[in-house]
Nanobody
């Protein structure tokens, strides 16, 4: 079973930045795609960003221009650089990896932007 371990969350002031990491237990090229989702209190889980095996990237509209997803193939790690964070970005951010129709999930890391 794939293990995904997130790190890098925390509390920042609005306008601040965080860099999330997701370390996979196996070669990330085994996955069709990897990505980040988030879930805020009382809300449904939503897509933040994905990157597929060919490098194609997709972002949720509200994070375009502020968030950047990338990967380090040698480290089997996917990153999410988040700049200009707002209170609306406060949520638990989870990493996911998909093989065909099967998704594996990490436990998540808390991100909060608050004065």
């Amino acid at each position: 079973q794939v293990q995904l371990v997130e790190s890098g969350g925390g509390l920042v002031q609005p306008g601040g930045s965080l860099r999330l990491s997701c370390a996979a237990s196996e070669n990330i090229f085994n996955f069709n795609d990897m990505g980040w989702y988030r879930q805020a209190p009382g809300k449904q889980r939503e897509l933040v960003a994905t990157i597929n095996v060919g490098g194609r990237i997709n972002y949720e509209d509200s994070v375009k221009g502020r968030f950047t997803i990338s990967r380090d193939n040698a480290m089997n790690t996917v990153f999410l650089q988040m700049n200009n964070l707002t209170p609306n970005n406060t949520a638990v951010y989870c990493c996911t990896a998909r093989i065909m129709a099967r998704n594996s999930w990490g436990r998540g890391t808390q991100v909060a932007a608050s004065p």
